[in-house]
């Protein structure tokens, strides 16, 4: 039981870094924001000559600036940076919420009570948030490429599909949630006969 609540404690540890790291990045991404807009809403002979900016979406260019001209229009910056932002910032939060359940259900592990009434509905709530994060994650590439396809940063869709190893993963915290609903059981059962 020792080794169940020093692993516990470490992962919640982890998971609580990430979580500050999480907030980090989101704020990271407002003021890379908020620098690209600033540059964008320069006049073209106040930046400078040699200045080259381009993005990558998986294996797509998109040329922003190249020596100091640029390539595409203000308004196709503006849906690209706002687009590819509100989906990292949707993803970051996720993540977050994703992070949140683990910590809760790290909380009677931390304390040696693995099998504490209520941990096995936390972890299939994790379950339902992994399969949810996989479906999810498929529609908002869907929507992006759409995006990018009609503002002309991408010139072909790429092909769309759903990730097994998501559903995998789900199906697995599926049954996890099981064996923690029988040893929640099997407690109960030990704790009425003390």
């Given at each position: 039981?020792?080794?169940?609540?020093?692993?516990?404690?470490?992962?919640?540890?982890?998971?609580?870094i990430?979580?500050?790291?999480?907030?980090?990045?989101?704020?990271?991404?407002?003021?890379?924001?908020i620098f690209?807009a600033?540059?964008?809403?320069?006049?073209i002979?106040?930046?400078?000559?040699?200045?080259?900016?381009?993005?990558?979406?998986?294996?797509?260019d998109?040329?922003?600036?190249?020596?100091?001209?640029?390539?595409i229009?203000?308004?196709?910056?503006?849906i690209?940076v706002?687009?590819?932002?509100?989906?990292e910032?949707?993803?970051?939060?996720?993540?977050?919420?994703?992070i949140?359940l683990?910590?809760?259900?790290?909380v009677p592990?931390k304390e040696?009570?693995?099998f504490?009434?209520g941990?096995?509905?936390?972890?299939?709530?994790?379950?339902?948030f992994?399969?949810a994060?996989?479906?999810?994650?498929?529609?908002?590439?869907?929507?992006l490429?759409t995006?990018?396809?009609?503002?002309?940063a991408?010139p072909?869709?790429?092909?769309?599909s759903?990730?097994?190893?998501?559903?995998?993963a789900?199906?697995?915290?599926?049954?996890?949630?099981?064996?923690f609903r029988?040893?929640?059981?099997?407690?109960?059962?030990?704790d009425?006969?003390?």
């Open positions: 039981m020792e080794k169940l609540t020093k692993t516990a404690r470490v992962v919640d540890v982890f998971a609580k990430l979580f500050i790291f999480c907030i980090v990045a989101i704020c990271m991404l407002i003021v890379a924001n690209l600033v540059a964008i809403s320069l006049p002979e106040d930046l400078p000559k040699g200045l080259s900016m381009v993005f990558n979406f998986d294996d797509n998109f040329v922003v600036f190249e020596n100091g001209q640029l390539m229009t203000e308004r196709q910056f503006a690209y706002i687009s590819a932002s509100v989906t910032i949707i993803w970051v939060a996720i993540l977050m919420i994703g949140k683990v910590r809760r259900m790290m592990m040696g009570r693995p504490e009434d941990i096995s509905k936390i972890i299939k709530k994790f379950g339902h992994v399969l994060a996989t479906v999810f994650g498929t529609f908002i590439r869907f929507l490429d995006v990018f396809i009609a503002i002309g991408e072909e869709p790429l092909p769309i759903i990730s097994l190893d998501g559903i995998f789900a199906i697995v915290i599926y049954l996890i949630s099981y064996i029988y040893g929640e059981e099997l407690q109960k059962q030990a009425e006969t003390l």
